[in-house]
């Protein structure tokens, strides 16, 4: 099958002086979007505790024994760290206080009542990629709950040319990218809420000018792939 080109891309994504909108069969809009990427409940949102993953790199302090602490500990692509005396272990999968229980049995071969504490030193795993129309674009990494608005928020916001109704949210599913439409300014104002992210989601936002547009497009496609999205 011919994929398209970057013209098509364009106008697909962003649909600005190619097409009136963004509305088609390959993105989702209204309901559908929201089946793709659901919305946080307010009344009933708990924030989730940081799980590490392979590539995270970890600190690892066992209280009064600095021979056998470690940071910047990182997790092999198996998800498993190499520390003293317990040797591999792996934190893949695992809270910080679940990794610290687990080290803390392994440690009891060695030590009376062992103090273990672990902490996320640099996450490598659970990042949000946040393109387009924004003041800074980049990677950024998710802590607990992290919505659609607070991933613009860690980009410093929307840029001038910005338009918030064309705002895509790309996401991998079982190895394939599907594509969400949203109108953050219908989610600010409290008309819509305001979609839950996770590891790995793609944030685009439109622009209103189609020389900032094609711009964006040309630095996003080769970090994002757009070619194999749709």
Same mark, same amino acid.
């Given at each position: 099958m011919k994929r398209p080109g970057a013209a098509t891309i364009m106008c697909l994504l962003m649909a600005t002086g190619c097409a009136p909108s963004l509305r088609g069969p390959n993105v989702l809009t209204g309901s559908d979007a929201y089946s793709l990427v659901p919305a946080t409940d307010p009344q009933n949102a708990v924030a989730t505790d940081y799980v590490i993953g392979a590539q995270d790199s970890i600190n690892v302090e066992v209280l009064y024994e600095p021979d056998i602490s470690r940071?910047?500990?990182?997790?092999?692509?198996?998800?498993?760290? $190499?520390?003293?005396?317990?040797?591999?272990?792996?934190a893949a999968g695992l809270t910080a206080a679940q990794l610290s229980e687990v080290l803390r049995e392994r440690y009891l071969r060695y030590y009376v009542d062992p103090r273990v504490m672990v902490s996320i030193a640099? #996450? $490598? #795993?659970?990042? *949000?990629?946040?393109? =387009?129309?924004?003041?800074?674009?980049?990677?950024y990494p998710l802590r607990g709950t992290t919505t659609l608005l607070d991933a613009i928020a860690l980009a410093s916001g929307e840029g001038y040319t910005a338009s918030l109704s064309q705002v895509v949210v790309l996401r991998a599913i079982e190895g394939e990218r599907h594509a969400a439409l949203f109108d953050l300014n /219908?989610?600010? /104002? =409290?008309?819509?809420?305001?979609?839950?992210?996770?590891?790995?989601?793609?944030?685009? *936002?439109?622009? #209103?000018?189609?020389?900032?547009?094609? /711009?964006?497009?040309? /630095?996003?496609?080769?970090?994002?792939?757009?070619?194999?999205?749709?």
């Open positions: 940071n910047d500990v990182a997790a092999g692509a198996d998800g498993t760290v $190499a520390l003293p005396l317990i040797g591999q272990v792996r640099q #996450s $490598a #795993s659970h990042n *949000v990629n946040v393109q =387009g129309a924004v003041q800074k674009p980049g990677i /219908r989610i600010r /104002r =409290g008309e819509d809420p305001d979609p839950a992210l996770q590891a790995g989601d793609v944030v685009v *936002v439109g622009s #209103s000018s189609i020389k900032e547009l094609r /711009r964006d497009i040309l /630095r996003a496609t080769p970090m994002l792939n757009i070619f194999t999205l749709f």
